[in-house]
């Protein structure tokens, strides 16, 4: 099975084939608008790893949730 995987934004196209070659997300990255709140903690509760933008807040509540998670970069 493929490690699970939160994107919170759109990356560029290669790189999101890349991803969805190698990852399983969990869930739709968004494209213009950040995410919701809701939205990041939905998204980080069954993934391995997550890549997030500086403007998605990555705090105690969010880690608390995300009981699978390794790794996170931004």
Do not use: C, W
Not at 49 to 69: P, Y
């Amino acid at each position: 099975m493929k490690p699970a995987l939160y994107v919170s934004r759109m990356l560029p196209p290669a790189v999101m084939a890349s991803v969805r070659e190698r990852f399983r997300l969990t869930a739709p990255p968004v494209s213009e608008v950040g995410p919701s709140r809701q939205a990041v903690i939905e998204g980080m509760r069954e993934a391995e790893a997550a890549i997030t933008t500086l403007t998605e807040q990555i705090d105690d509540e969010v880690f608390k949730v995300a009981s699978h998670l390794k790794i996170v970069a931004n």
